[in-house]
């Protein structure tokens, strides 16, 4: 059973750039079946989606994000990474890697989560 | 982008209640609606996929119905473990999309 376990700093200073990592287990992120993608939740707030990756590179972004976001995937060390550019508080929110199936287009597995704080 | 409005937001119910969430969306996503489960400190988990397909593993009293812009996700009877906040997203178009949230309390 694929599993997905987000990692980086915990704490971003304003105007930096925030760098998570997603590693993925128990399958292959190269399989064409799937995209590869971040969400994110501020606390006590609902669910935003960031963007996806599929296997060959090619992303799509949110467009309220798009300016500053890239993913990009490594194959080679199964991982597919965000940075987000010139954070503000407004970025700090937990997290999340997440699959999706190409087919339907439903987030089948996630990530625990990892929070991220900007702050000074 | 396409706005997904959840009604209630909020709703107390009990043991072996049916419980009823609904979801619009503000144009027609055929039936490109997922609805999942999130408990406090976990990520989201998904129940039903396409509109009204069981994931793997769910139980049965979870269904979910609908297509064009109105869905409903029906529990029905509420289990102590239910008790949840549950979340429409589309995937008809980018940028992907969820409802604001429902909170399943106990009453």
């Known amino acids: 059973q694929v599993q997905l376990q987000e990692s980086g700093p915990g704490l971003v200073k304003p105007s930096q750039t925030l760098s998570l990592t997603c590693t993925v287990s128990g399958g292959s992120i190269s399989s064409g079946s799937y995209y590869w993608s971040w969400i994110r939740q501020p606390a006590g707030k609902g669910l935003e989606w960031i963007g996806r990756i599929y296997t060959s590179g090619s992303a799509n972004y949110n467009p309220s994000l798009k300016s500053r976001v890239t993913i990009s995937v490594d194959t080679s060390k199964n991982q597919f990474s965000l940075k987000l550019s010139s954070v503000t508080a407004a970025d700090t929110a937990v997290y999340y890697c997440?699959?999706?199936?190409?087919?339907?287009?439903?987030?089948?597995?996630w990530g625990q989560g990892t929070l991220v704080t900007v702050s000074s | 982008d396409i706005q997904m409005t959840q009604s209630p937001s909020s709703l107390s119910a009990s043991v072996g209640d049916r419980v009823i969430i609904t979801c619009r969306a503000s144009q027609s996503i055929s039936n490109y609606l997922n609805w999942y489960q999130q408990k406090p400190g976990k990520a989201p988990k998904l129940l039903i996929y396409a509109a009204s397909s069981l994931q793997s593993g769910v139980p049965s009293r979870f269904s979910g119905s609908g297509s064009g812009t109105d869905f409903t996700l029906t529990i029905s009877s509420l289990q102590p473990e239910d008790f949840a906040t549950y979340y429409c997203?589309?995937?008809?178009?980018?940028?992907?999309?969820f409802g604001q949230g429902t909170k399943v309390e106990i009453k």
């Open positions: 997203q589309q995937s008809y178009s980018t940028p992907w999309t």
């Open positions: 997440a699959r999706v199936l190409t087919i339907s287009l439903h987030f089948d597995s």
